[in-house]
């Protein structure tokens, strides 16, 4: 093979309670990139459609995360990158994740696989570092492993692929506004009292044993967030009445997809799913924010070769 297309997934990172480690992928939303061998050795980005990103390697996520893997790799050949962004930057969805995943597979597999998904997901760290200022792996994993994962340990990287119960459908309002991970980041606390710790790992673990047991209502009851949201929420316009609605919808829970200012809903069944997204929409239409939204079944594949 000398030439690879594919079609690099959207994530919700944190998964409300879950800030920094959980993640889930989706399959309706995502970028498209070509990668091509070439003679020259090196990497090189050389078509970007859809959003203004820096050609340049060393500034460009999927540049950066491509260039960590061919030094430690050394092939005797060079690459070419094409990427056709979907996703918007600053969305809270994964894009620049998109970017740095969809680069390291599509050279993996051209070059007969040499590397499994985990040392994949260390090396795009490096271009996701570039984005957010710091290297962490809630949107890549799932990203390129699949469905529903959990970020073990950064340094040793280690992640675990949890099991995604077969009616779980996600919605999603991406008001058209940026908000950048580096600055959500912060304004979160240093300290959190012991109290709202000992909650959140309650509901960390109680989602995890859901998502192995398809327990719907106890992803319901999971899916609260008592450390970050209530810092990031006062950064997206309209949070409250977004959630409020969604759950009247009939939405499993609701919470800030990654950094914001994307907000995320799971349900039980598409139906469901699409329930919620009207009543969201009906939010933001009485509002003057331009928005997008989107139902996705959970994408338990990952990245995909078109």
Request: glycine share 8%; aromatic share 6%; proline share 5%.
């Amino acid at each position: 093979m000398k030439e690879i297309k594919i079609f690099s997934p959207a994530t919700v990172a944190n998964v409300a309670c879950g800030f920094d480690v959980l993640g889930f992928c989706l399959d309706t939303i995502g970028d498209e990139m070509v990668i091509r061998k070439t003679v020259e050795k090196g990497i090189r980005i050389t078509k970007i459609e859809g959003h203004d990103l820096p050609y340049k390697t060393e500034e460009n996520v999927a540049g950066v995360s491509a260039l960590a893997m061919y030094n430690d790799l050394l092939p005797d050949c060079g690459f070419e990158i094409e990427i056709y962004k979907n996703i918007k930057p600053g969305s809270g969805i994964g894009s620049s994740s998109a970017s740095a995943a969809g680069s390291v597979y599509g050279i993996n597999e051209l070059l007969g696989k040499p590397l499994d998904k985990t040392k994949l997901t260390y090396f795009a760290m490096k271009g996701e570092a570039l984005a957010s200022k710091c290297e962490h792996a809630d949107n890549l994993a799932p990203a390129i492993f699949g469905g529903f994962t959990l970020v073990k340990s950064a340094h040793p990287l280690q992640i675990l692929e949890l099991p995604t119960p077969s009616d779980l459908y996600a919605t999603l309002i991406h008001p058209q506004i940026e908000i950048k991970t580096s600055e959500s980041r912060a304004i979160l606390p240093k300290e959190i009292p012991l109290q709202n710790a000992i909650t959140q790992w309650a509901n960390v673990g109680s989602l995890v044993h859901a998502l192995h047991t398809s327990n719907y209502d106890l992803i319901k009851d999971a899916l609260i967030d008592v450390v970050i949201e209530p810092h990031r929420k006062q950064l997206i316009p309209h949070f409250g009445e977004v959630k409020l609605a969604a759950m009247e919808a009939g939405a499993l829970g609701c919470a800030i997809s990654g950094s914001g200012p994307s907000i995320f809903a799971l349900s039980k069944s598409e139906a469901t799913a699409t329930n919620v997204e009207k009543a969201i929409r009906d939010v933001y239409s009485k509002t003057d924010i331009k928005f997008e939204t989107y139902v996705s079944k959970i994408n338990t594949e990952g990245i995909k070769i078109l």
